[in-house]
């Protein structure tokens, strides 16, 4: 069980994977060797030892806190002018029904185009999104039919955006480094989503709704000026000399065949679908349980952001002392039983306390996955692969979460969340009394 300590096996297993170079992959240099262990360095936050991942890290975190301010005005505005929680559901809808027919043909693009590139494009289609909403509330022109419009081509855009986002991180560091910039980069999703929404209401409450769609227009400079900088080479592949369908048929063909991948896909199909949901459920544990308001939700909401964000140095931690295969297993378990400690949670301060501790454990096992589906993928793949992972997990959460509300409905948001609780538990327990299932899913 134990992680390979010895700097013999950790210099093998970089040279085996270093293997990759040969495609002109060029990452920004590691930190100065030094006679220590340092932060930056082989510790928790090992990352931010590379120029470009430090400044492509930075520019993200005040871009997406730019979208999550967006996303606060804007739900809040569609609730104000339709009076409708199910039309907020159909904007929040028409940001993910892209990924269900799109995503798959968005992972070829990224394997195939400048990942960069391709980057840089669709950020400027989602900047010119939200400069066109700020323009039209303005003039009080934003309409349903304006606002879903706009609302879809962003998300079209977005959809072609996260596979090229998700592989070009793998590409700013070194292999060994993979797992913290993976879990660093969701640490500053996590960051972005516990600050942007209390600055969205801030910024509503003083201003406007448009002003918050103008400040996410300027925050996409961040990310585009940040991805000009990097100096790290981010090469096209050769086109497939098949097409566009056999390309995307090339990945799923893989997956089939090669059952770590399948098997680690099918544990993130389980949770996306009774765990992850759980935010869902969160506005009727706040109100109708704990006896709590709009801040009440917001805090519990909050901080399953913060947990998720303080979990990436912990998780790169323990990658340097266990096998990705455990700590999928370890961070299941744990997942699974804070789903159930919530459910039956009367406590506030308690509550905020397990949405921490489930913030932390789903956090391990997304960036667990992803770490190993990218590790041991050729870099061709890698667009594809994430691209697969954004439909389980982006894909999925939504369905399973319109499952666990009309389940809500008609029994209770506690019940249905101690189901959701026990059900990653039971695949926990099956996961250690079958551990073949995981043998393989490691990054050597």
């Given at each position: 069980m134990q992680k390979r300590d010895n700097e013999e096996n950790e210099q093998e297993r970089e040279?085996?994977?270093?293997?990759?170079?040969?495609?002109?992959?060029?990452?920004?240099?590691?930190?100065?060797?030094?006679?220590?262990?340092?932060?930056?360095?082989?510790?928790?936050?090992?990352?931010?030892?590379y120029r470009d991942f430090s400044i492509v890290w930075s520019g993200a975190l005040?871009?997406?806190?730019?979208?999550?301010?967006?996303?606060?005005?804007?739900?809040?505005?569609?609730?104000?002018?339709?009076?409708?929680?199910?039309?907020?559901?159909?904007?929040?809808?028409?940001?993910?029904?892209?990924?269900?027919?799109?995503?798959?043909?968005?992972?070829?693009?990224?394997?195939?185009?400048?990942?960069?590139?391709?980057i840089i494009v669709t950020q400027i289609v989602m900047m010119l999104g939200a400069l066109a909403l700020g323009i039209f509330t303005s003039f009080d022109a934003s309409g349903l039919a304006v606002i879903m419009i706009v609302t879809l081509i962003m998300g079209t855009a977005f959809t072609f955006n996260f596979p090229a986002w998700r592989a070009i991180i793998t590409d700013l560091v070194q292999p060994k480094?993979?797992?913290?910039?993976?879990?660093?980069?969701?640490?500053?999703?996590?960051?972005?989503?516990?600050?942007?929404?209390?600055?969205?209401?801030?910024?509503?409450?003083?201003?406007?709704?448009?002003?918050?769609?103008?400040?996410?227009?300027?925050?996409?400079?961040?990310?585009?000026?940040?991805?000009?900088?990097?100096?790290?080479?981010?090469?096209?592949?050769?086109?497939?000399?098949?097409?566009?369908?056999?390309?995307?048929?090339?990945?799923?063909?893989?997956?089939?065949?090669?059952?770590?991948?399948?098997?680690?896909?099918?544990?993130?199909?389980?949770?996306?679908?009774?765990?992850?949901?759980?935010?869902?459920?969160?506005?009727?544990?706040?109100?109708?349980?704990?006896?709590?308001?709009?801040?009440?939700y917001g805090l519990l909401l909050g901080f399953v952001g913060l947990g998720a964000a303080l979990a990436a140095p912990f998780i790169t931690w323990l990658n340097r002392r266990f096998k990705e295969s455990e700590i999928i297993k370890i961070s299941a378990f744990g997942s699974g039983l804070l789903l159930v400690g919530f459910s039956l949670s009367r406590t506030f301060w308690l509550s905020l306390l397990l949405s921490a501790g489930l913030g932390v454990s789903f956090l391990m096992v997304s960036a667990a996955i992803n770490t190993v589906l990218q590790a041991?993928?050729?870099?061709?793949?890698?667009?594809?692969?994430?691209?697969?992972?954004?439909?389980?997990?982006?894909?999925?959460?939504?369905?399973?979460?319109?499952?666990?509300g009309l389940l809500a409905d008609r029994t209770s948001a506690p019940t249905v969340l101690l189901i959701g609780g026990l059900v990653c538990t039971a695949m926990s327990v099956a996961l250690f009394a079958f551990p073949s299932f995981l043998k393989n899913a490691v990054t050597q």
């Open positions: 040279v085996v994977v270093l293997g990759e170079g040969e495609t002109g992959l060029s990452p920004s240099p590691p930190p100065a060797e030094s006679g220590e262990r340092t932060l930056l360095r082989g510790g928790v936050l090992s990352a931010f030892g005040l871009s997406n806190i730019g979208t999550w301010i967006h996303m606060s005005a804007l739900f809040w505005y569609v609730k104000e002018i339709t009076g409708s929680d199910a039309w907020v559901g159909l904007v929040t809808a028409a940001n993910f029904i892209p990924v269900f027919f799109l995503v798959l043909f968005a992972g070829s693009l990224a394997d195939v185009l400048n990942r960069k590139v391709l480094d993979i797992l913290n910039a993976v879990a660093l980069d969701a640490a500053e999703f996590n960051m972005a989503r516990f600050i942007g929404p209390w600055l969205g209401g801030i910024i509503v409450s003083a201003w406007s709704v448009s002003a918050a769609f103008y400040i996410n227009a300027a925050s996409f400079f961040t990310i585009i000026i940040a991805l000009m900088l990097i100096q790290t080479k981010t090469p096209k592949n050769p086109p497939p000399p098949h097409g566009t369908i056999r390309h995307v048929q090339e990945i799923l063909v893989y997956v089939w065949h090669n059952r770590w991948a399948f098997n680690i896909l099918i544990i993130l199909c389980v949770a996306s679908i009774f765990g992850l949901p759980f935010i869902v459920l969160l506005p009727g544990m706040a109100k109708d349980v704990l006896g709590k308001d709009v801040g009440g041991r993928v050729d870099r061709n793949m890698r667009g594809r692969i994430m691209s697969l992972y954004i439909l389980v997990f982006q894909g999925l959460m939504p369905v399973g979460g319109l499952g666990m």
